[in-house]
Antibody, heavy 121, light 114 residues
């Protein structure tokens, strides 16, 4: 059981970006997948979650409109997308899987290795 | 937003000795419908992804040593380590999920070995 994230990215302000999180070893459609941001030297912030079974997506208010969370359940992969990056988006981004299948339980027991996104001109 | 406040922010610990971290929420994390308290604890070891230690107040996640325990009620919670080991260093976060999909973390407590 694991989540494997795409590799580190270096982008310029205004560019777009989509990072990925691929699950294996479990029935991907039945578990909520969440995204967490960690700015350098800071703590953890939830961004939003998605249920691959029906693409139900929820955002924390501060991230709504700033990013798009999506999923392709046919390849067990969730995505986090920016249409126009800013320097303040520089951070490590983690995906995580909910602990229970088919239930809205927001404890997360499987985490990806993280994707470092650097936005700099 | 439910605000989570942890104390202390830095915790020097002695191997073999107990240690505890407190977490307070700005509103109750008890769900009156099912009687569960939606408070988790995570540990982020240096250079690693976070890992789940305790969920729903007091349930240890798979593979977590029994020296870790969670307790509390309402708005006040505690993570206790009965005997600290060197491998326990890292940043500990409490997290609430009483409001579906609107989870928030505490600011983190850094445990270091004295």
């Amino acid at each position: 059981v694991q989540l494997v994230q795409s590799g580190a990215e270096v982008k310029k302000p205004g560019e777009s970006l989509k990072i990925s999180c691929k699950g294996s070893g479990f029935f991907f459609p039945s578990y909520w997948i969440g995204w967490v941001r960690q700015k350098p030297g800071y703590g953890l912030e939830w961004m939003g979650i998605i249920y691959p079974g029906d693409s139900d997506t929820r955002y924390r208010p501060s991230f709504r409109g700033q990013v798009t969370i999506s999923v392709d359940p046919s390849i067990n992969t969730a995505y986090l997308h920016w249409s126009s990056l800013e320097a303040s988006d520089t951070a490590m981004y983690y995906c995580a899987r909910s602990i229970s299948s088919g239930l809205p339980t927001m404890s997360f027991d499987i985490w990806g290795q993280g994707t470092m996104v650097t936005v700099s001109s | 937003d439910i605000v989570m406040t942890q104390t202390p922010l830095s915790l020097p610990a002695i191997p073999g000795e107990p240690a505890s971290i407190s977490c307070r929420s700005s509103q109750s994390l008890l769900d009156s419908d099912d009687g569960k308290t939606y408070l988790d604890w995570y540990l982020q070891k240096p250079g690693q992804s976070p890992q789940l230690l305790i969920y729903t107040l007091s349930y240890r996640a798979s593979g977590v040593p029994d020296r870790f325990s969670g307790s509390g009620s309402g708005t006040d919670f505690t993570l206790q380590i009965s005997r600290v080991e060197a491998e326990d260093v890292g940043v500990y976060y409490c997290m609430q999920h009483i409001e579906f999909s609107q989870m928030t973390f505490g600011q983190g407590t850094r445990l270091e070995i004295k």
